[in-house]
C-alpha cells in the first residue's frame, strides 16, 4: 500500500512539474460552495497569451473542487470551462501551425483528464478560433467553449491573414 502511495505521489509530482512552465496567470478566483473545514469549491479565471501568435490573449474559467481531495490534488475537476480571446496588440506569427494545433493544455485529474485549448484559421473571414473542451483516455466530454478573434489592423500595421500561416 504504501508503495502504491509513493507511485501515486512520483505521478502527480511529475505532471505537477510538467505544467509548471505553462502555468497561466492567475487572475481571481471565487467562491461558490462554502466548506467548513476544508478549502470552498472556487471558479478560477485564468489568462494565457498564444504562444505562436503574438497579440491574441484569452481568459478561461474553471471550476476547482474544495473540500480535502481537492486541497490534495486527488479530486477529478469537472469539465466545465468558458472561454474568451481577444486581440490585444497587433497579430504577428511566430511560424506556421495546423488546425487544432494545442494553445494550452491542463491536467483536470491525476492519470487520465485533460482540459485543452486549440487554435484553427478561418481562412475566409480571417479569424482565428479558440476551442477549449475536456478529454478523458475513455470517454470524453461534450462540454466546450469556443471564442473568435477578428484579426484587426493595429495602429500602422496591416493585419495579416491566418490562412498565410496554416501549415497545410
Not at 476551442?131 to 495602429?155: A, C, F, Q, R
Request: aromatic letters at 10%; a positive charge.
Amino acid at each position: 500500500m504504501t508503495r502504491l502511495i509513493a507511485v501515486l505521489a512520483l505521478v502527480f509530482s511529475l505532471g505537477a512539474s510538467a505544467n509548471a512552465a505553462d502555468d497561466p496567470d492567475l487572475i481571481f478566483k471565487k467562491s461558490t460552495v462554502f466548506k467548513l473545514l476544508s478549502p470552498d469549491h472556487k471558479l478560477a479565471t485564468y489568462a494565457i497569451d498564444d504562444p505562436i501568435i503574438e497579440g491574441v490573449a484569452c481568459h478561461f474559467t474553471v471550476p476547482e473542487k474544495g473540500g480535502w481531495i481537492g486541497w490534495a490534488g486527488l479530486a477529478e475537476e469537472l469539465s466545465d470551462v468558458s472561454l474568451a480571446c481577444r486581440q490585444v496588440g497587433p497579430v504577428k506569427f511566430k511560424g506556421k501551425f495546423e488546425q487544432g494545433d494545442s494553445v494550452y493544455r491542463e491536467r483536470r485529474s491525476i492519470f487520465f483528464k485533460k482540459m485543452q485549448i486549440v487554435r484553427g484559421c478561418d481562412k475566409k473571414r480571417n479569424v482565428l478560433v479558440y476551442l477549449s473542451y475536456s478529454d478523458k483516455l475513455i470517454e470524453g466530454s461534450p462540454k466546450n467553449s469556443t471564442s473568435t478573434v477578428p484579426i484587426m489592423p493595429w495602429g500602422t500595421s496591416t493585419a495579416p491573414r491566418c490562412g498565410d500561416f496554416l501549415d497545410d
